[in-house]
């Protein structure tokens, strides 16, 4: 992803930010097709279906007829992506949430060479076609990479507007020699490699942390509507993209070296979306251990793991192996002797057969190296099959 400054002028402005309107209006609408949808009931409507009721809409209303019908429509399809990413149980993301004016505004634009183009006039400045908006300036600050197909424009709360050109990111050869790595989950640390390593995402430093804190605590003492809230905001919005940009840099660094260094990359089949979902239970079967199980969920969601599989498929497409994580934590990757008891604590392995002493994550992540594939997928993207035959692979 590369992020550019985009100049629009002032007429060109006006355009974009009906397009954002348009785009947050139609992702709204869908937002509440499905929050009335619940367990047991028809599905709420898809993308295809939605795409027919959108034209409805413009045909009805011309405000909406007026606007772009690819900023909309891609909204609907954006929206489609983030629900595969709700119900996607390896990878899981947040529920698609309401779009607020001033907050989350933006707008994609797909079909280079129909709804738009890019062209550089200096070194220094880029002209990229925006429809009904048309060349619109932005700063060439860094090459624009090969083979974009899309654009994603946004307007920050200091309003700046930016475009992110999106590549399909390139496949990162493996070295060809039947390498293996086994990648273990943890809470603490956020990847531990069957070589030994152990990887932490990056957050925030403690003092960034305490910063945080206080600035969220001010906030909730602001008063409404003041501009010492709108800082405020604006302050936190920062702190957290810095979080944020921390750990995708991350994730894309390491997914590319374990690609290039290993063939055969195996992950632990894990149904995070299950273990972070299950704390709260439901009326009838409250969960337990509520209060813990949320500081170890957040530990797992913000460690950034769901992030680092998802960039591995991208990269290393096809040569990723999911394995059943059942036993991986008790068994011994030194003999096979299986024991809850040799698992001593968080961090500490230690074989009550053979006495082989090991960090507890690392001897997990031995044994999803050595494990058999109970599915093998590649990075594909959006379309997943509901039922999905397990596939033994010989190893
Ligand atoms: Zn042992």
């Given at each position: 992803?590369?992020r550019y400054?985009l100049l629009?002028?002032p007429?060109q ?6 397009h954002?309107?348009?785009a947050?209006?139609v ?8 929050a ?8 709420a ?7 027919r ?9 011309p ?6 019908q ?8 954006d ?5 595969v990413?709700?119900?996607d149980r ?6 698609p949430r309401w779009?607020k004016a001033?907050?989350?505004?933006g707008?994609r ?6 709804q ?14 925006i429809?009904k908006a ?10 624009v ?5 899309s654009?994603?424009?946004t307007?920050?709360?200091?309003g700046?507007w930016?475009?992110?050109f999106a590549a399909?990111p ?13 990648i273990?989950?943890g809470?603490?640390?956020?990847a531990?490699l069957?070589t030994g390593?152990l990887l ?5 430093v ?6 945080l ?13 003041s ?6 905001k604006?302050a936190l ?7 944020t940009?921390?750990r995708?840099?991350?994730?894309e ?7 290039r260094r ?7 089949d894990?149904q995070i979306k299950?273990?972070t ?14 209060r813990q199980?949320?500081g ?28 059943s994580?059942?036993?991986?934590s008790?068994?011994c990757?030194?003999c096979g002797h ?13 074989c ?12 997990a ?14 990075g594909?993207?959006?379309a997943?099959p509901v ?7 010989v190893?």
């Amino acid at each position: 992803m590369s992020r550019y400054r985009l100049l629009p002028s002032p007429a060109q402005e006006a355009v974009l930010r009906d397009h954002c309107a348009h785009a947050r209006y139609v992702w709204n609408l869908a937002v509440e097709q499905h929050a009335h949808w619940r367990l047991g009931r028809k599905s709420a409507p898809g993308y295809l279906v939605q795409c027919r009721q959108l034209t409805q809409a413009r045909a009805e209303y011309p405000w909406l007829a007026a606007g772009s019908q690819t900023v909309q429509q891609q909204a609907l399809r954006d929206f489609a992506q983030a629900m595969v990413a709700f119900f996607d149980r390896q990878n899981p993301a947040g529920r698609p949430r309401w779009r607020k004016a001033g907050r989350d505004e933006g707008f994609r634009i797909v079909g280079r060479g129909t709804q738009w183009d890019l062209r550089r006039t200096s070194r220094k400045v880029g002209h990229v076609w925006i429809p009904k908006a048309g060349w619109l300036r932005f700063r060439w600050s860094r090459a624009v990479p090969d083979g974009v197909k899309s654009y994603r424009v946004t307007l920050d709360s200091a309003g700046r507007w930016h475009i992110t050109f999106a590549a399909i990111p390139e496949p990162v050869p493996g070295p060809g020699n039947g390498a293996t790595v086994g990648i273990d989950r943890g809470v603490v640390v956020s990847a531990a490699l069957s070589t030994g390593a152990l990887l932490t995402a990056p957050g925030l430093v403690t003092r960034e942390q305490k910063r945080l804190r206080r600035l969220e605590r001010k906030l909730a003492r602001a008063k409404r509507c003041s501009n010492r809230r709108r800082q405020l905001k604006q302050a936190l919005a920062r702190l957290r993209a810095r979080e944020t940009g921390r750990r995708k840099d991350w994730a894309e660094k390491t997914s590319t070296d374990i690609a290039r260094r290993f063939d055969v990359i195996r992950v632990e089949d894990l149904q995070i979306k299950n273990m972070t979902r299950s704390a709260k239970g439901t009326r009838e079967n409250p969960g337990r251990n509520v209060r813990q199980k949320c500081g170890l969920n957040r530990g797992i969601l913000r460690s950034g793991w769901g992030l680092l599989v998802r960039r591995l498929e991208d990269k290393a497409s096809g040569r990723v192996e999911r394995i059943s994580p059942a036993y991986t934590s008790q068994t011994c990757s030194g003999c096979g002797h299986r024991d809850p008891e040799s698992r001593e604590s968080q961090s500490r392995f230690r074989c009550r057969a053979c006495g082989l002493q090991v960090h507890a994550d690392v001897n997990a992540a031995r044994n999803i190296a050595a494990g058999h594939a109970v599915t093998a997928r590649g990075g594909d993207g959006v379309a997943r099959p509901v039922n999905r035959e397990p596939q033994l692979l010989v190893s």
